[in-house]
């Protein structure tokens, strides 16, 4: 698939996710005939979290702050490993201080765009990849009991993999001097944002 049809993919499940949140007055749908109730329910689980939200995001602007391969490869990781951390939850093991590890996965990836910190790729994508545990594991708790467990979880990847995307674009921003000031003051305030947040779980 072209980065053009993807995008354009990409976009209609969002618009399609949008339109169901406006036919349910707000609140994710739990009950409903076939798949698409699961799946859509999966899909606005991460968008109903900030702490999820602004992490999320937050590994698609390290992604444009550290360039190729580690661009696309963030974005990949995350989601796949985010998956693994919910099957865990599915089978009903424990991971404890979940909200906290969320909260501070907001925290040092904030830090990482604003300080413009340059990981290896490898420590990059472990990082990442750690922090993901933690997401997967609170949408795999959190399933409603009446949604496909296969099709909740393509749900919430599909949703996670378009916050990434949304921190790709902004981060296309830092090819001009004042688009990275832009990009590093959105990363210091994803950082005192999961302050706040890992602050509360305490």
């Given at each position: ?27 994710p ?15 606005l689980?991460?968008?109903t ?16 702050v550290l360039?190729?391969?580690?661009l ?6 995350f989601?796949?490993?985010m ?44 990082l ?21 467990p ?44 999961g ?8």
């Amino acid at each position: 698939m072209t980065p053009l049809r993807q995008a354009l993919w990409s976009a209609a499940l969002l618009a399609g996710a949008a339109a169901a949140w406006a036919h349910g007055g707000g609140q994710p749908a739990v009950e409903g005939p076939g798949p698409w109730a699961a799946f859509g329910t999966g899909f606005l689980h991460p968008l109903t979290g900030p702490d999820h939200v602004i992490a999320m995001v937050a590994v698609g602007l390290w992604g444009a702050v550290l360039g190729a391969p580690a661009l696309w490869l963030l974005p990949v990781v995350f989601p796949l490993v985010m998956a693994l951390g919910g099957a865990l939850a599915l089978l009903g093991l424990p991971l404890p201080a979940v909200e906290a590890g969320i909260a501070l996965s907001a925290v040092a990836l904030g830090l990482a765009v604003a300080l413009r910190w340059r990981a290896p790729l490898a420590l990059a994508a472990v990082l990442v990849g750690s922090f993901a545990v933690f997401h997967g594991h609170a949408h795999g708790t959190e399933l409603p009991q009446a949604a496909n467990p296969l099709i909740y979880s393509a749900g919430f990847v599909v949703a996670t993999g378009l916050l990434h995307l949304a921190g790709v674009a902004f981060g296309a921003l830092g090819r001009s001097a004042p688009g990275w000031l832009a990009v590093r003051a959105a990363g210091a305030a994803i950082a005192a944002g999961g302050l706040w947040f890992l602050l509360r779980a305490l």
